[in-house]
């Protein structure tokens, strides 16, 4: 299968290349590189540097290289920013988001993977969290990703898109080649 992993320099995007491309799938990594680093990019992966948000690039990725699924994990993630940048937050995760989408919808590239944040849920009512909960996020950082996740859902039931969000809380877990390294 030949996957485009957004955000694939960076910490989750880095390790999920390396299992995809352990597993013998064709990976093309997506990142700007304004959070993830060069150097994390795997060995058998291709990479290409650019946006996500960028649609002429991403319509040629998808349209020309044969992407089947996309691996999202490129977004603006860090919670104290987001509260005073909200803006940087919506152009990034929402409308940058949109426009992965649309170059999807119109290449017919059907299959979306989302690295998205418990950040959706806020304050639980309850523990553990069940997945099925009331997402009220508390910080622009969660409402730009459930506002992303909404919108999936949305292009699933108009153009037939297939989506899962992964929700993590704090991230932990890396290979012996690459795992966090960013500042702060």
């Known amino acids: 299968m030949h996957i485009l992993v957004t955000g694939g320099a960076g910490y989750v995007g880095s390790v999920s290349v390396e299992r995809l491309v352990d597993a013998g799938h064709r990976v093309t990594v997506l990142d700007d590189l304004s959070k993830g680093h060069h150097g994390a990019v795997v060995e058998g992966a291709t990479f290409v540097k650019g ?9 040629r990725l998808l349209r020309d290289g044969g992407i089947e699924v996309v691996l999202h994990c490129a977004a603006r993630s860090l919670v104290g920013e987001s509260m005073r940048d909200p803006g940087a937050y919506y152009a990034t995760n929402v409308a940058g988001g949109l426009s992965l989408l649309q170059a999807m919808r119109e290449t017919r590239v059907r299959r979306i993977v989302l690295s ?9 009512e309850s ?4 997945e099925d909960a009331v997402l009220r996020p508390i910080n622009p950082y969660g ?4 506002a992303f996740e909404g919108a999936m859902a949305w292009f699933g ?3 037939g898109l297939r989506s899962a ?3 993590y ?6 290979s012996e080649r690459n795992g966090e390294d960013h500042d702060p």
Request: hydrophobic letters at 35%; proline letters at 5%; aromatic letters at 10%.
């Open 169 to 174: 809380f704090n991230v932990a877990g890396a």
């Open 51 to 59: 946006s996500f948000g960028d649609r002429e690039l991403v319509d």
């Open 127 to 130: 523990t553990p969290i069940r």
């Open 165 to 167: 969000s992964l929700r």
């Open 143 to 146: 409402e730009t990703k459930r």
């Open 157 to 159: 039931r108009a153009y």
């Open 116 to 124: 998205s944040t418990a950040a959706v849920y806020g304050v639980p």
